[in-house]
């Protein structure tokens, strides 16, 4: 079974700038959870989707969204690009994110804001 | 709340001596809890997880953990240390929010295996 994949792997954006980075789930995994990684806050959650719906939010600025399609594939949006949002993005995805779920993580996607 | 600390943001061991990497727990639930390791420029693997059946549990890559209730800890060790190991190691907890859940990682180590 084919694992998370992220696209692209690098993206290299100036201040301003909006990007979108997209994750495809581990098949029949049908919830997919966003992460941003920096060296000086560590790995925060940024949201969950489960079935094509927003389940949980972690404390960023409405700058990021994302959204979930029918196919459990996942998009992750951010406008206005500031310094600070320079980080990995990793994506995981579990079966249903419930009691009993393991999340899988993909190689994530190392934004560069300039 | 549920919350995870490592202890040590850095180890260094020396090839085939033991690894252990810290982690404690605070959870005022029974906490499933997860050991990931990440290698550079990579997403995190799985190693192992706690989900309230053995205390002790066994990992990929020759890598173990134990529950200890009383001491609220969920420490992970090796036997003999290689020096594929170097890596970043996270301990996670998974937190229930209002039914549903998300996981909360501590702030990781980072293991240097000396040659």
């Known amino acids: 079974k084919a694992g998370v994949t992220q696209t692209p792997r690098y993206l290299i954006k100036t201040r301003g700038q909006q990007v979108t980075l997209s994750c495809s789930p581990i098949?029949?995994?049908?919830?997919v959870s966003w992460y941003q990684q920096t060296p000086g806050q560590g790995l925060q959650f940024l949201f969950e989707?489960?079935?094509?719906?927003?389940?949980n939010k972690g404390n960023f600025p409405g700058r990021f969204s994302g959204r979930q399609f029918s196919n459990s594939r996942s998009e992750m949006n951010v406008s206005t690009l500031e310094l600070g949002d320079s980080a990995l993005y990793l994506c995981?995805?579990?079966?249903?994110?419930?009691?009993?779920?393991?999340?899988?993580f993909g190689p994530g996607t190392r934004l560069t804001v300039l | 709340a549920q919350s995870v600390t490592q202890l040590g943001s850095h180890v260094s061991v020396s090839e085939g001596a033991l690894v252990l990497l810290r982690c404690n727990y605070s959870s005022s639930v029974p906490p499933y809890l997860f050991w990931y390791v990440q290698y550079p420029n990579q997403g995190l693997q799985l190693l192992l997880k706690?989900?309230?059946?053995?205390?002790l549990v066994k990992g990929i890559n020759g890598f173990e953990a134990e529950f200890k209730k009383s001491e609220t800890s969920f420490h992970l060790t090796k036997p003999s240390a290689h020096m594929s190991d170097a890596a970043e190691y996270f301990c996670?907890?998974?937190?229930?929010?209002?039914?549903?859940?998300?996981?909360?990682f501590g702030t990781g180590t980072r293991l240097k295996v000396l040659a």
């Open positions: 996670a907890v998974r937190a229930s929010t209002s039914g549903t859940y998300k996981y909360i």
């Open positions: 706690y989900t309230s059946a053995a205390t």
């Open positions: 989707y489960f079935s094509e719906t927003q389940r």
């Open positions: 995981a995805s579990s079966q249903i994110g419930g009691s009993t779920d393991t999340q899988y």
């Open positions: 098949s029949g995994h049908r919830s």
